[in-house]
């Protein structure tokens, strides 16, 4: 289970199906590590958002057939998903993700 700013994201299918039960809350999406960071996809395993811990930053993203297109910065419609309202909560996810990840 992956918590970005209260919102949850699971690993897999059993993971999301467990969360269903759970008074703490239905997960939003699902994640997915990978060596530079993480990909967000919503609960239709649609790609929303990657984390890049190296470069610190947060982007938008989606699936174009088997290419993944990676915007410079955060659209509106993914900042409004993650709860995101400015640079200083954007800067603490990453911080708080760099720490789970060493």
């Known amino acids: 289970m992956l918590l970005i700013n209260n919102i949850k994201f699971a690993r ?4 999301f199906t467990q969360t269903l039960f759970q008074s703490k809350g ?6 997915k590590k990978v060596k530079a960071g993480y990909k967000l996809f919503d609960h239709n395993n649609n790609l ?3 984390i890049h811990l190296k470069n610190k930053m947060i982007v938008s993203a989606y699936q174009k057939e088997t290419k993944t297109i990676y915007s410079q910065s955060l659209s509106d419609t ?3 998903i ?9 800067d603490r996810i990453i ?5 789970i990840d060493l």
Not at 95 to 99: D, G, H, P, R, T
């Open 95 to 99: 911080s708080e993700l760099k720490e």
């Open 12 to 15: 897999n299918d059993i993971e």
């Open 82 to 90: 993650l709860g995101i309202k400015n640079m200083i909560q954007e």
């Open 26 to 31: 239905t997960c939003l999406g699902f994640y």
């Open 78 to 80: 993914s900042r409004s």
């Open 48 to 50: 929303f958002a990657f």
